[in-house]
């Protein structure tokens, strides 16, 4: 038999058991997911240093804010090929039948089987000439595609490739703000990347869609994972976004100063009524 105080420790050594067991399942709900980006506008003018401080900062009282980039121009589809033309076969003429012969009189004649001269016109040359028009329109297209990818691709190198040299270059650049070293949001800089990355199809005729994407980054500034979490209900919005996930491979800057983790994972909402009006 046990006595009064092996039970109370064994009553404790039970709550002790049961609450390390919840802690264990239900802990990892209540941890942190990450970062997500903030509501803070899309940056005009990269600063030079980037933090975890969820706001902006610094710059010159009297400095000028930069003109507005020029759109990127949509990319031209060439100029289709004329479609080539099926000769049309003059039709033959005719001949007249000749006249049959006039049975001879005798009564162990045969008649003799009616052939027709009447010309036949064969599909199998139709059916060639709507494969080739068929074939020649899947090239057009194919080109048109290509060349459609390659200058979003160009568009996509040029804003990203202007970014790193603004990180890079020693030059100084004037930053309007009340006074001191310009900085910004490190999220808030993730999310001018892909916002300049997007881009929208001018025939869309869809006034607002939103979709949600999560998108993990290195240490180093290199993509790790991108992906749509939710959809916007649209096919061709639901589409610029995933190309959009797809081109961009590294955001050109490293984790703030101090930073610890070695991946962060970002939540980024693609709007496209603020993207129609930012550009």
């Given at each position: 038999?046990?006595?009064?105080?092996?039970?109370?420790?064994?009553?404790?050594?039970?709550?002790?058991?049961?609450?390390?067991?919840?802690?264990?399942?239900?802990?990892?709900?209540?941890?942190?997911?990450?970062p997500?980006?903030?509501?803070?506008p899309?940056?005009?003018?990269?600063?030079?240093?980037?933090?975890?401080e969820?706001?902006?900062?610094?710059?010159?009282?009297?400095?000028?804010?930069?003109?507005?980039?020029?759109?990127?121009?949509?990319?031209?589809?060439?100029?289709?090929?004329?479609?080539?033309?099926?000769?049309v076969?003059?039709?033959?003429?005719?001949?007249?039948?000749?006249?049959?012969?006039?049975?001879?009189?005798?009564?162990?004649?045969?008649?003799?089987?009616?052939?027709?001269?009447?010309?036949?016109?064969?599909?199998?040359?139709?059916s060639?000439?709507?494969?080739?028009?068929?074939?020649?329109?899947?090239?057009?297209?194919?080109?048109?595609?290509?060349?459609?990818?390659?200058a979003?691709?160009?568009?996509?190198?040029?804003?990203?490739?202007?970014?790193?040299?603004?990180?890079?270059?020693?030059?100084?650049?004037?930053?309007?703000?009340?006074?001191?070293?310009?900085?910004?949001?490190?999220?808030?800089?993730?999310?001018?990347?892909?916002t300049r990355?997007?881009?929208?199809?001018?025939?869309?005729?869809?006034?607002?869609?939103?979709?949600?994407?999560?998108?993990?980054?290195?240490?180093d500034?290199?993509?790790?994972?991108?992906?749509?979490?939710?959809?916007s209900?649209?096919p061709?919005?639901?589409?610029?976004?995933?190309?959009?996930?797809?081109?961009?491979?590294?955001?050109?800057?490293?984790?703030?100063?101090?930073?610890?983790?070695?991946?962060?994972?970002?939540?980024?909402?693609?709007?496209?009524?603020?993207?129609?009006?930012?550009?």
């Amino acid at each position: 038999m046990m006595d009064r105080w092996q039970r109370r420790g064994l009553i404790v050594s039970l709550v002790l058991h049961a609450l390390l067991a919840a802690v264990l399942v239900f802990g990892p709900a209540f941890r942190a997911r990450g970062p997500s980006v903030p509501d803070l506008p899309i940056l005009e003018i990269l600063p030079a240093r980037l933090v975890d401080e969820p706001f902006s900062g610094g710059g010159q009282p009297r400095a000028q804010p930069p003109p507005p980039a020029p759109p990127v121009p949509e990319p031209q589809p060439p100029p289709p090929r004329p479609a080539s033309q099926t000769p049309v076969q003059p039709s033959r003429p005719t001949s007249p039948p000749e006249p049959s012969p006039k049975p001879q009189p005798t009564p162990s004649a045969r008649r003799l089987p009616e052939v027709s001269t009447k010309l036949v016109t064969r599909p199998r040359a139709t059916s060639q000439a709507e494969r080739s028009v068929r074939d020649a329109a899947a090239e057009q297209a194919r080109r048109e595609a290509e060349a459609a990818a390659r200058a979003r691709q160009e568009a996509l190198n040029q804003a990203l490739s202007r970014l790193r040299d603004l990180a890079s270059s020693g030059a100084e650049v004037a930053v309007p703000g009340p006074g001191g070293e310009a900085y910004a949001n490190y999220a808030q800089y993730v999310k001018t990347v892909y916002t300049r990355a997007w881009l929208v199809p001018p025939d869309l005729d869809i006034e607002d869609a939103t979709v949600t994407t999560s998108v993990t980054i290195a240490r180093d500034g290199t993509v790790v994972s991108a992906r749509i979490v939710r959809g916007s209900g649209h096919p061709a919005v639901d589409a610029s976004v995933q190309r959009t996930l797809e081109r961009v491979r590294t955001i050109g800057r490293e984790f703030p100063a101090g930073a610890r983790e070695d991946q962060r994972t970002f939540t980024i909402h693609f709007n496209l009524k603020a993207k129609r009006l930012t550009g």
